[in-house]
């Protein structure tokens, strides 16, 4: 059997235990989108690491290097962002081919640099070794958050209100418009969405310390992909609506230029980074109110159900099941 | 210009300016073998992370899955001993190409986890990803120690008596048996040495909590590449005596059986990641017996001096000066 026939998510079901020597203080290991360990004063680490490797996450070709570098970071703080925290400390390792400029590896360190300070991160160490023909890229990030405050994937209930922080589908459009080498008048937000995502660490903030919202992730792999991943670890269903999805007018614009599956982008586009949540109806209007007042986006898409699928009301009024499809890295759906 | 130009420490150089944001607890960032800043109650957190790349730091052919396991979190275990702390909490990442069977995986996670429940750490996360064609695995390592005893590269004291605690040369001799396909009745020891490191986190203890010594480093890149970051970190020179060099017997039976440079092996073989440190002539017998009375080794093989260069006295009386040469993952010496 090869990784591809197990999956990603296949995999880490199958190493994921014996991992935990010292049981004390852990609250999550892996399987959340940060480890969560307690430290004294009520205040609890976050842990996330992400590698990126030249041909499968990026194209030298395709994303400055200035926007690598930032890019690299961001992942790791939408990581931390999910969970409500704010990102502390970064190392990051890098394998270097040969071939590569020094002013290439300037550029990647200036985009680093400049969104560790933009989120008062230090980048406090890393590892610099020769890599024989692949840029390869791993940063670890910690975070601190109120041990109360944390969100977790598993934490969503039925009959929960699901929300989204942002629009979705922008950053799948900016590679598509890539990869297809095409022109669109109004590029520059989708190539912006995909090269420079924002990591929602203020967002985040907002809806862990409001303490309303039951669970949270951000989405990485697409909306469907991602509330499968908090359907599945809150044992419950989802229904949202596509009426009620909030839809980028750029995103609109240039499916409508090239008759592209709006809904697809929506759905199954990957890398937006925008933090979705359940929270109690009850509740909805008080946290949508306290995201509104500090400018951050609160759009209410569906609701946790009964049931272990995610099924899609369209705009007709037809419900359908959605197929799970979210990225995996080796099974490459 | 490109990274072998410069070099893996001139790329360093390069990079860390302008890496802290928060300067506040930070006691040591990039440059040591770990990172480090304080946090409540007189502790501080190490902070360390390695990339090991197929073709650059080991070869599928060469080392059994398992023991490359264990031998990706010994590294980072050995940076953590080095400043004298405990390992903690580690994040592994690992880059998975298609071809890989699921069970030398299998093997790969085994080891570990062995050597996490051997030095009770928890391995709380990770990230697991797609890679081309080569496997590439990336560890973070937290550790923890008492702020008032941890021992950095740059404490070295004119005068001082450098010490190791552990024989050199095994691990580049069971690399070099394996490359040379060699035959040697003993040379299990040997590969072990090489497949199989230990890193010395309870002799580290030993040495820091005695607060008996000036610095410490694990030798890594091989003993003049790793005394010479000591020298240039601490504004010294290095006076070693050849004469007062432990030698393991099997290493000196396989250079004599296959006429190899012993001294060579020694001097400058790496991935031994035996602790090297520095302290007082005053204080050098009582940190001896502190480390025999638990059965670790301590050799004192020379002396700080002024200057800014590595000596050798062979064991003819001659004194020479040695090049400096250890490994340099981009310059290839």
Not at 28 to 55: H, K, Q, W, Y
């Amino acid at each position: 059997m090869r990784i591809g026939d197990l999956g990603e998510f296949g995999f880490i079901d199958r190493i994921k235990n014996g991992c935990l020597n010292r049981k004390s203080g852990v609250v999550a290991g892996i399987g959340d989108d940060c480890a969560v360990f307690r430290v004294p004063g009520n205040l609890a680490v976050l842990l996330t690491t992400d590698m990126l490797i030249e041909d499968v996450h990026f194209r030298l070709s395709e994303i400055p290097p200035y926007f690598l570098g930032r890019k690299s970071l961001a992942v790791s703080i939408s990581d931390i962002a999910a969970m409500g925290g704010t990102p502390r400390e970064a190392l990051v390792s890098i394998g270097i081919p040969g071939s590569i400029e020094v002013v290439y590896l300037d550029e990647i360190y200036k985009g680093l640099k400049a969104i560790a300070t933009e989120y008062d991160i230090n980048i406090l160490g890393g590892d610099t070794v020769l890599s024989p023909d692949r840029l390869v890229i791993n940063v670890a990030l910690s975070g601190e958050e109120r041990d109360d405050e944390i969100l977790y994937r598993s934490g969503a209930l039925e009959g929960d209100v699901i929300f989204i922080a942002g629009t979705l589908g922008r950053s799948a459009a900016g590679l598509d418009l890539l990869r297809n080498k095409r022109e669109f008048e109004k590029k520059e937000g989708l190539l912006t969405a995909h090269f420079d995502p924002i990591p929602h660490v203020w967002s985040g903030r907002i809806i862990a310390s409001s303490k309303l919202a039951n669970s949270m992730i951000d989405i990485s792999d697409g909306l469907v992909g991602d509330l499968w991943h908090v359907c599945k670890e809150s044992g419950v269903g989802a229904l949202i609506e596509m009426e009620n999805m909030p839809i980028d007018d750029n995103l609109r614009e240039y499916c409508e230029r090239y008759r592209l599956d709006l809904e697809r982008f929506v759905l199954y586009g990957g890398e937006d980074y925008v933090l979705m949540g359940t929270v109690a109806t009850e509740s909805s209007d008080l946290l949508r109110e306290s995201l509104k007042a500090q400018d951050c986006d609160y759009f209410p898409i569906g609701k946790m159900v009964d049931g272990d699928s995610i099924k899609l009301r369209e705009n007709g009024g037809t419900i359908r099941e959605l197929a799970r499809s979210g990225y995996d890295h080796f099974s490459g759906e």
